[in-house]
């Protein structure tokens, strides 16, 4: 059974500290993985889509990495406004029934 | 360019009775999904449609159930509604099948809530 995990389940950052979010996969055939943010009673936001292993992205502090078994999301110098819950999701199978995590609650203070 | 729009924005509703949400998706996005957000569950696939076609479906009992329309904008209808229905609806698109893109976008989501 496709699944999805995420650690760690809440991480806590001081201004200008940096860290790493991983997202672990265990899919039948991987048609693309997915990072989003969802700040609290809102809608997911769509950060990056990685398709195959060794592809990376980034935009402002954030960096995206994929392996053949997980994600890493990377957050350099955090500012409080990074603060929410990032989600990692992946598609397989064709039927694109995306297969989310439980996410990671971010909380970055000044 | 506007996003995913979903309306209403909140709901309330009694147990047994039916709740009708709907969603506009991105213009020129053919394929709409529909996905619920229960406190504690994550995100949970519900339904998937493309030219105006249900093309997946999720775990979830008959009653979860919807449609897409020529403009492609699309309604989620959940009948008998139960307690545990309670959950933040999200409905997100993609410019669909005949688009090697499939990332999905989201909307705000509605928020039901069943009394």
């Known amino acids: 059974e496709d699944q999805v995990t995420q650690s760690p389940e809440a991480l806590r950052l001081q201004e200008g500290e940096s860290s790493s979010l991983n997202c672990s996969y265990t899919v039948s055939g991987l048609r693309g993985l997915f990072w989003y943010r969802q700040d609290p009673g809102k809608g997911p936001e769509f950060l990056f889509t990685l398709y195959s292993a060794g592809e990376e992205k980034e935009k402002e502090r954030l960096k995206a990495t994929l392996t053949k078994k997980e994600s890493f999301l990377h957050i350099t110098a955090p500012k409080p406004e990074d603060s929410a819950t990032y989600l990692c999701?992946?598609?397989?199978?064709?039927?694109?029934?995306?297969?989310f995590g439980a996410g990671t609650r971010l909380a970055v203070h000044p | 360019e506007a996003g995913v729009t979903q309306s209403p924005t909140h709901l309330i509703k009694t147990r047994g009775q039916q709740a009708t949400l709907r969603c506009s998706p991105i213009s020129g996005h053919t394929s709409v999904y529909w996905y619920q957000q229960a406190l504690g569950l994550g995100l949970q696939f519900l339904l998937w449609?493309?030219?105006?076609?249900?093309?997946n479906r999720g775990n979830f009992p008959p009653r979860f159930s919807g449609r897409q329309f020529p403009n492609y904008s699309s309604e989620l209808n959940v009948n008998a509604l139960e307690l545990e229905d309670s959950a933040l609806y999200l409905c997100a698109s993609s410019p669909g099948q005949a688009s090697r893109q499939e990332t999905q976008y989201f909307g705000p989501g509605t928020r039901l809530l069943v009394l």
């Open positions: 449609y493309d030219e105006g076609e249900e093309r």
């Open positions: 999701a992946v598609d397989s199978g064709g039927y694109n029934k995306l297969i």
